[in-house]
């Protein structure tokens, strides 16, 4: 009975990473010609209390932020820091997890 | 001894800000709140003496420039230049050395991004800049031989204005950069370093990328610099010295390897023309090797 008590712990807690999984949010991002000038807006989205990753494609100009569960960002708050970073925020898309 | 050198001001004054090209400034942006730190070692050689005093100048430079983002449009700089010279030449006595080194002039200047056309994997912009060159660097050193010529001081001993724009063209594969500005030299101990005007052009191409996978992928860059460059003739007591000044054009291959946080890069200035007025000193060549890197 332990036994299986333990193994019934053990699955729940290998999969409380996928439940928990949170928000994933794609930004479009104009501007992004070379890794040296892409750390800015790394660290300013990184600086965002929730976010988990920050993941920058540059051929395709996409930067994708993963968030913790139960927080969520507008808009509006991306397209401040990737203003602020010197970039243009061109769309916005985000997958429920 | 007023007709000691010509060259040695220039490539120090040369504000190497922190940004695309190696030998000159650059529009491309610096986050609010965020700094670039860029550390340069320059070494200028200049022996192809037209006179009979067959002088061997050399400059070692170590300019920090720091930069900061104050806004998404308007970024600050501080140019910070540690310098050794060192002249030598042939007297009526014999050869003679005459060296100097320590902190030179330090140059602040604000950039402003005028213009930007951002798309996907590549921008456009246009900033003018401005900025003074401040009187840091001793301007009244002396050696046994007696007080050294203005030319080869640490520092002019003014307050020296410049202004500027550049533009720069970025994409994933290659770049463009260019620039103009000029530099007003003002008096000080009755020496007048001669007014500069100068005009940058840069390409560089993408020639290698790796270190893709999981994160940011790495750059190699290679690329070629031209820099034209007039100085007027420096003023001794008010008198125009007619060895100083003149137009100098270096044509600069480089080298850059650019990662997310740092870019380590080398150039070589080669003066491909040299119009110099009386027997002012010609150049041999500048090598810069530099280190940016983003805080």
């Known amino acids: ?97 | 001894m007023k007709k000691i050198m010509a060259c040695g001001v220039l490539f120090v004054a040369s504000f190497q800000l922190a940004a695309a090209p190696v030998t000159f400034n650059t529009a491309l942006p610096v986050s609010k709140g965020e700094g670039v730190v860029r550390v340069q070692a320059k070494y200028l050689s200049a022996t192809d003496d037209p006179g009979p005093m067959n002088r061997d100048l050399t400059v070692k430079a170590l300019p920090v420039v720091g930069v900061w983002g104050v806004s998404p449009r308007w970024s600050l700089f501080a140019i910070v230049p540690l310098l050794d010279k060192s002249l030598k030449l042939d007297t009526p006595s014999g050869r003679m050395k005459r060296s100097v080194d320590g902190l030179g002039d330090v140059t602040t200047l604000v950039r402003y991004t005028a213009y930007r056309n951002d798309q996907p994997g590549r921008t456009f912009r246009i900033a003018p800049f401005a900025g003074i060159e401040m009187p840091t660097g001793k301007d009244d050193e002396q050696d046994a031989f007696g007080r050294l010529p203005g030319a080869l001081q640490l520092g002019s001993g003014a307050w020296n204005p410049l202004l500027g724009v550049v533009m720069t063209n970025q994409s994933l594969k290659q770049e463009w950069g260019a620039s103009a500005s000029i530099k007003l030299n003002n008096e000080a101990n009755r020496f007048e370093r001669g007014d500069e005007a100068r005009l940058d052009l840069s390409w560089h191409r993408r020639i290698w990328m790796g270190g893709a996978a999981g994160g940011l992928p790495h750059f190699m860059y290679a690329g070629l610099e031209g820099n034209a460059i007039w100085q007027g003739r420096h003023r001794n007591n008010g008198q125009a010295d007619p060895n100083s000044g003149g137009t100098t054009f270096f044509l600069a291959p480089t080298l850059q390897y650019i990662t997310i946080h740092n870019v380590i890069e080398v150039a070589i200035q080669l003066p491909v023309i040299q119009n110099l007025n009386g027997s002012a000193l010609q150049q041999d060549f500048i090598v810069t090797l530099s280190l940016r890197r983003n805080i």
């Open chain 1, 1 to 97: 009975m332990k036994k299986m008590i333990v193994l019934i712990m053990m699955i729940g807690l290998w999969s409380t990473p996928s439940l928990a999984a949170g928000t994933q949010y794609n930004l479009r991002v104009d501007g992004l010609s070379c890794p040296f000038c892409a750390y800015g807006i790394e660290k300013k989205l990184k600086r965002s209390k929730g976010v988990e990753t920050v993941k920058i494609d540059l051929e395709k100009g996409m930067v994708v932020v993963q968030v913790k569960e139960g927080i969520s960002f507008t808009k509006a708050h991306f397209k401040k820091l990737v203003d602020d970073a010197g970039f243009t925020l061109k769309s916005m898309t985000e997958a429920a997890p």
